[in-house]
C-alpha cells in the first residue's frame, strides 16, 4: 500500500486570492515546490483535495481547473516534481448533510484518492488552511494539520518527523 500525502490547493500550494483558476494570477506559496519535490522522493503520492465552487458560480468553467492544474505540473517538472492527481468539487457550500456530497468536510474525494491508488492511512495525511480541511482528514480517518506559516517546505519536514 502507498503512502500519501493530500493538500488543499488556495492557501496551501498557492496564495488564496479568491477563485483562482487564471495561470497569470497564480502565486506559489513559498516553498510549496521544495515540498511536493521532497515528497516525490520520499515515495509519497502527493494529491491535491480541492472545493472550486467557482465553476457553479459560473466564474470558470472545468476546462479552466484542469488547464491550471496541467500547468502546475508542468512548472513543477522543471524541478523533477509532481502532483500525482488533482480530486475537486464543483459543488456550492450547504449546511445540508448530504452523503453524495464531495465538498470538503466531506471525505468522499479523500476516500475516491484512497481506492484508486491503494492508500495507507496509517502512513498519510491531509495539510489543509481551513478547519473544515482538517476535519476533512478526520472523516477520512486520517491524520489532518493545519498550514498557516510562510514557507510549506518547513511545515512538511516538521509534519514528517511523526512518520
Not at 459543488?91 to 492508500?119: C, D, F, G, H
Amino acid at each position: 500500500m502507498k503512502k500519501a500525502v493530500f493538500f488543499d490547493r488556495d492557501g496551501v500550494l498557492n496564495v488564496d486570492k479568491g477563485y483562482q483558476f487564471e495561470i497569470s494570477s497564480f502565486e506559489w506559496i513559498p516553498g510549496a515546490k521544495r515540498a511536493i519535490k521532497l515528497l516525490n522522493d520520499l515515495d509519497y503520492l502527493v494529491i491535491v483535495i480541492s472545493n472550486q465552487s467557482g465553476v457553479s458560480r459560473g466564474y470558470y468553467n472545468e476546462s479552466h481547473i484542469k488547464k491550471l492544474h496541467k500547468w502546475m505540473n508542468s512548472e513543477l517538472k522543471k524541478q523533477n516534481a509532481l502532483i500525482n492527481d488533482f480530486f475537486y468539487s464543483t459543488e456550492m457550500p450547504s449546511e445540508e448533510i448530504n452523503q453524495k456530497s464531495r465538498r470538503k468536510p466531506s471525505p468522499l474525494m479523500v476516500i475516491e484518492a484512497i481506492k484508486k491508488y491503494s492508500i495507507n492511512k496509517k502512513k498519510s495525511f491531509l495539510i489543509g488552511d481551513k478547519q473544515s480541511d482538517v476535519k476533512t482528514a478526520e472523516n477520512a480517518n486520517i491524520r489532518g494539520y493545519l498550514f498557516r506559516e510562510e514557507d510549506l517546505f518547513e511545515r512538511v519536514k516538521e509534519i514528517l518527523k511523526e512518520f
